[in-house]
């Protein structure tokens, strides 16, 4: 079965801190996996893809085929980056198709 | 660019109505849209993938007679919500797929609350 699991509903950090916003998936094949962000009162935009292998906003994630994650971190938080953040998943073949994880809301205090 | 809008941003209706609920592409045409429903505090659950053309791909456990979906053009898709009542109110949002910038992406509307009474 295909999921995705995101077992923190809420992360409180302070600003500076290192963050790490977990995503596991299952899926029998190569998926690709997504962030996506959703600011308070804005609607969901991707924040980044496995396969760009890039960072954006200072965000990274990297795809661990062996434990079936894709973990998003960021070395020092800011108080702009608090907002509800989902992990997605894209199967091969399934005509962009995206499962969704519960999300996670990052709050990052002063 | 990659702008989805949707209308109604929000909408009261009575039980037993039925409810259209459009979702445009601004400035690209979208090879396929999707819809999904969101609780509050939930994820996004996938209703359907929708193809301009042609009939709509419905998950398990959507009705496609409640839930009907027409996609008449590449930047135009609408979810009717037929004999709505309380238990269809949630937040409904549509995303379209477009390769912009090389890439496959979904660019997602700001969604539409319904609230059936």
């Known amino acids: 079965a295909q999921r995705v699991t995101q077992p923190e509903k809420l992360l409180s950090v302070f600003k500076g801190a290192p963050v790490e916003l977990k995503c596991n998936y299952s899926?029998?094949?190569?998926?690709?996996l997504f962030w996506y962000v959703q600011y308070s009162r804005q609607r969901l935009q991707l924040l980044l893809r496995?396969?760009s292998r890039e960072s954006i906003k200072g965000f990274t994630a990297d795809l661990n085929k062996g434990e079936t994650s894709f973990h998003l971190k960021k070395p020092f938080a800011q108080e702009e980056d608090s907002a509800m953040y989902y992990c997605?998943?894209?199967?091969?073949?399934?005509?962009?198709?995206?499962?969704f994880g519960q999300g996670t809301e990052l709050s990052v205090k002063p | 660019g990659a702008v989805v809008s949707q209308h109604p941003s929000r909408v009261i209706c009575k039980s037993g109505t039925s409810v259209k609920i459009e979702c445009r592409s601004l400035?690209?045409?979208?090879?396929?849209m999707f819809w999904y429903r969101q609780f509050p505090k939930q994820s996004l659950m996938l209703m359907a993938t929708?193809?301009?053309?042609?009939?709509?791909?419905?998950e398990q456990g959507v009705e496609k007679d409640k839930f009907l979906i027409n996609h008449a053009s590449l930047t135009l898709s609408t979810l009717t919500v037929t004999s709505a009542h309380p238990e269809d109110s949630s937040f409904y949002i549509c995303?379209?797929?477009?390769?912009?910038?090389?890439?496959?992406?979904?660019?997602f509307g700001p969604g539409t609350r319904l609230l059936v009474l």
């Open positions: 995303s379209a797929r477009a390769r912009l910038s090389g890439q496959e992406t979904q660019y």
């Open positions: 400035d690209f045409q979208a090879t396929t």
């Open positions: 929708s193809n301009e053309g042609s009939k709509a791909t419905y």
């Open positions: 899926y029998s094949g190569s998926p690709e």
């Open positions: 997605a998943l894209s199967g091969l073949n399934q005509g962009g198709k995206l499962i």
């Open positions: 496995h396969i």
